[in-house]
């Protein structure tokens, strides 16, 4: 059982939106787990590294975003679903990548790509200018 999976990817013009979901299964599901883990977003583009887009604490109430997307992109979570979002709003052709979600094993955020310990699969996003 996969412990991260992630949907909603796809492709959508510049200026375009969409929505990233990311499940938790199996131990990682439960309520007192998934809210003590804080949840972050990355993405690798091709000939690039990985690199850091958002982060949210285990109880939600903190967030960080990286430079380029502040202020189109939103991330946000739902512990009663094991879920965190990654609504992306005014896409750029730049956006374009394969988003991975992450998890740590403590509800505080960092954008240390080493500090995150389970991976998902991640989901294609393409932008088209």
């Known amino acids: 059982q996969v412990p991260l999976v992630e949907s909603g990817g796809g492709l959508a013009q510049a200026g375009g939106s969409l929505r990233l979901s990311c499940v938790a299964s199996?131990?990682?599901?439960?309520?007192?787990?998934?809210?003590?883990?804080?949840m972050g977003w990355f993405r690798q583009a091709p000939g690039k590294e990985r690199e850091f887009v958002a982060v949210?604490?285990?109880?939600?109430?903190?967030?960080k975003l990286t430079d380029s997307v502040q202020g189109r992109f939103t991330i946000s979570r739902d512990n009663a679903k094991s879920t965190v979002y990654l609504q992306m709003n005014s896409l750029k052709p730049e956006d374009t990548a394969v988003y991975y979600c992450a998890a740590r094993r403590v509800p505080f955020i960092s954008t240390t790509i080493a500090l995150y310990h389970t991976w998902g699969q991640g989901t294609q996003v393409t932008v088209s200018s």
């Open positions: 949210i604490s285990g109880p939600g109430g903190e967030t």
């Open positions: 199996g131990q990682m599901s439960t309520f007192s787990t998934f809210s003590n883990t804080a």
